[in-house]
């Protein structure tokens, strides 16, 4: 396959999750989205490395997987934590970190 298939689909998944993390309301889907982006950003690490034969891409890859499911930990607890509080999940609903 060419690098321009991957790239191509890198793209269409990155605009599908900004275009998620900007038009949705619950949380959850935000989250979902983010993790859309950090798999299209994956892709395009493994694919340009694959192309230069170098492991870097991969390993790359790799850290950012497990940064993304620190960051669904944390970000499930907060949406946990906010149910309990608010009773939504919804992001226009919650204002609690207003100073």
């Known amino acids: 396959m060419l690098l321009n ?4 689909l890198a793209a269409i998944l990155f605009c599908i ?3 998620g993390v900007i038009a949705r309301r619950n949380a959850v889907m935000v ?3 983010v993790e859309l982006i950090l798999n299209a950003v994956n892709i395009n690490l493994v694919a340009f ?3 230069h034969d170098v492991t870097f891409g991969h390993v790359f890859a790799l850290f950012v997987i497990a940064v993304a499911a620190a960051e669904v930990g944390v970000g499930l ?3 946990i934590m906010i149910y309990r ?3 939504s999940v919804d992001l226009d609903q919650v204002d609690l970190m207003k100073g």
């Open 5 to 8: 298939q991957f790239l191509l």
């Open 17 to 19: 999750g900004v275009y």
């Open 31 to 33: 989250l979902m989205s």
């Open 49 to 51: 490395g694959q192309l």
């Open 77 to 79: 607890a907060l949406v």
């Open 85 to 87: 509080n608010k009773r």
